[in-house]
């Protein structure tokens, strides 16, 4: 008896040029009825569900050019769309400037094969508010690098989410993420939690603190996982700003975020756990970072 | 450029260099089984949990039900029918410690464990192989029978046997 897949992929058309315009150019034509293939780590589960089913793939990964890493002459960082999440781990530039992304492959993404495959551009474009990758990023006020057929766009990763897999992408290709350069006393930190190692998140966070003394001179907050996007907690930040950094005001801000977020209930967690842990979530990765600073 | 729906891909399965005309939407996994006749890799969840389908793509262990075959094309591919001698057919180093340290039950996770081991013991030379590092590599292969105790003392029984250090 022959085996018998269960889940094939119904037929596509395909196609994988080795310029960046000769793909822009078949997304420009087909637009909605073609797919961009990263890693394929999302792409080809969604098709395998019949989530999504295009009739042309575009497989990006034989344009050159497209997976580095590299410091900016800003003293930022540029990360190129193709970048596999594996790279990004074993980047010692990163772990040392960026230790927040660093362990977003540590704490998430646990499965060795996964690393390999998927890439960082497919975790921003996959949209999913659960995305592991994207809190750090944003945290460092990260930004996007997005390129039509005749049109070339930075935008600020926050900006980018529309909705549970929804972004802003028309008919282009992301193809480089551009982190500027953290000023300051730094302290950075990040938290994923899974119910099973290789599972989406049920919530994660990334905090930076720019800290002078004892004082907290800037500070980004971001979650994953309890909004339809992945969300700054702007009330979170606005308490701790340009405030004397001590364990009780780190307690009120924390409580803060349930203003933040609108979590839901789904088959990982409920609404009402996800705004408990969220508090205590905060307060401890400010805490880390807080404690990276110095 | 045209767009495309079947292609004659060369591969170097296993060592051997072969051409496989595949359709476009078919995955590795399919190919080596229903084309190639290469059963040994096992295909369990079929959407990239379960570590069942890894093989390793030029060294690095992937899963090959969640590549397409006609991305493989000039790439070298190692399935667990590649890891014995293609000439005596002993078996390798780290089968043999599998099977001498109970290092399965039913069977069915064994070709990925062994390719992700593969990948591993290639990467590491000189320093010591921890718990840790053991526990890392296999974080994304389920087995079922839950024989993970075993598995991890056949790993460190096959890198002994290489002179990996444990
Ligand atoms: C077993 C398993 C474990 C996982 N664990 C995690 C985890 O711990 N954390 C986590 O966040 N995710 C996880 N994921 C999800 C997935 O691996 C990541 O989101 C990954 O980064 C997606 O990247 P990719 O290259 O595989 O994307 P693909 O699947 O190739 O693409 C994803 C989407 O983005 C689009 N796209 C990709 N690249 C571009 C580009 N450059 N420009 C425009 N559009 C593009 C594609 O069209 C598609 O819609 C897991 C998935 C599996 C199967
Ligand atoms: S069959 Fe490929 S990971 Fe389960
Ligand atoms: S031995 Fe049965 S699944 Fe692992």
Known sequence: MPFIMKRPLKKFEYVAPSKLEDALAILGKLGEKAAILAGGTDLLVFMKDRAIMPQCIINIKNIAGMDYIKETEEGGLAIGALTPIIKINESKLIKQKYPSLHECTTKAFHSWQIRNMATIGGNICRSSPAADAVPPLMTYDAEVKLVGQKSERRVLLEKFFLGPNKNVLDREILTEIIIPPQKGNCGMAFESMKRVSVDLCKLNCAVKIVLEGNTCKDIRIALGAVAPTPIRAKKVEETVRDKEVTDELIEKASQKVVEDISPITDARSTAEYRKQVSVVMVRRLIKQAVQRAK | ?166
Do not use: W
């Not at chain 2, 000039?74 to 590649?82: F, Q, R």
């Not at chain 2, 464990?113 to 921890?130: C, H, I, P, R, S």
């Open chain 2, 1 to 166: 450029m045209a767009t495309i729906t079947k292609k004659t891909v060369k591969l170097t399965v296993n060592g051997v260099e072969c051409e496989v005309e595949v359709d476009v939407n078919e995955v590795l996994a399919k190919v080596l089984r229903e084309k190639l006749g290469l059963t040994g890799t096992k295909i369990g969840c079929e959407s990239g949990e379960c570590g069942a389908c890894t093989v390793l793509i030029d060294g690095q262990p992937k899963l090959s039900c969640l590549i397409l075959a006609i991305e493989c094309e000039g790439k070298k591919i190692l399935t667990v029918e590649g890891l014995s001698d293609p000439e005596t057919g002993k078996l390798h180093p780290i089968q043999e410690a599998f099977i001498e340290n109970f290092g399965f039950q039913c069977g069915f996770c064994t070709p990925g464990f062994l390719m992700v081991t593969k990948a591993l013991l290639d990467k590491k030379t000189g320093e010591k192989l921890t718990d840790e590092e053991i526990r890392l590599a296999i974080a994304g292969n389920i087995c079922r029978c839950g024989d993970y105790y075993h598995i991890i003392e056949s790993i460190k029984a096959a890198a002994e046997k290489m002179k990996r250090f444990s």
